[in-house]
């Protein structure tokens, strides 16, 4: 799924309290790019991940998913299009206590027309011979695997990681990076993945810097390096 981002403005507050959080951003991100949206703390990259995602509307701009705009859709079509479409992964796992790890991942799987399916997707992500256990007995990294799969298990074009090793070791961390390169080497969607750490922009088709509300720098990464190789 391509996405392209059209003079997208975000604001909050009115006069004197007004604060615009997004200046005027443009961008696009092709079809199967892992694009890596980078910037500090309050540079705007998690409210324009959130605007892509649908989660809230920009002040104005657009935001077109292949050729349809999110700014002429309403809260039913919004909904659709995430449903249908997208994937989520934060950085808390935000996982169902009383619910076991298959049952985490099958929940959102009822989400979906065309759901992937779920032991394959059990195995893809390591988590096949955990699948009957709560998320309290996992450890930090094991839950952000099944917080993927229940991302993933809709089978979305598009999806979305907001800081998704920000709560991990640096150990963990990159178990986690190489999971989200061989997710998209196998179901070719489009990744988009918000950090603070410079050194994940190395395994990105795609890096994007923001500061201050703006994007600062379009790269596209010839040769992008494996997840693995990464070091901070």
């Known amino acids: 799924m391509k996405i392209t981002v059209k003079d997208l403005h975000k604001s909050y507050g009115d ?3 007004k604060v615009e959080v997004l200046k ?8 199967g790019e892992v694009c890596v949206l980078l910037g500090p703390s309050g540079s705007g990259k998690s409210t324009l991940l959130n605007i892509i995602g649908g989660i ?3 002040s ?3 935001i077109l998913i292949g050729s349809d705009s999110t700014a002429d859709m309403d809260e039913k079509k ?7 479409h997208l994937g989520f992964v934060f950085q808390f796992y935000n996982l169902i206590p009383n619910l076991t790890v298959k049952e985490n991942i099958e929940v959102c799987s009822y989400l979906s027309k065309d759901p992937l399916d779920i032991d394959e997707l059990l195995r893809t992500l390591g988590l096949y011979e955990h699948k009957d256990k709560l998320p309290s007995q996992l450890s930090g990294g094991q839950q952000q695997r099944c917080a993927i799969g229940r991302a993933l298990v809709k089978n979305p074009s598009l999806l979305l990681c907001d800081e998704p090793t920000g709560a991990l070791d640096y150990k963990t961390s990159k178990e986690i990076l190489v999971l989200i390169e061989q ?7 489009t990744i988009i993945i918000v950090t603070h750490n410079d050194a994940i922009k190395n395994m990105a088709h795609r890096i994007l810097k923001m500061r201050d509300g703006m994007i600062v720098s379009d790269i596209v990464n010839e040769e992008p390096l494996s997840a693995a190789d990464i070091e901070w």
């Open 183 to 189: 997710i998209n080497r196998k179901y070719r969607n």
């Open 56 to 58: 809230e509307p920009a």
């Open 60 to 62: 104005s701009g657009a």
């Open 24 to 31: 005027g951003i443009n961008c696009s991100v092709e079809d």
């Open 78 to 84: 919004l909904t659709l299009y995430r449903r249908n």
């Open 15 to 17: 006069g004197d309290s």
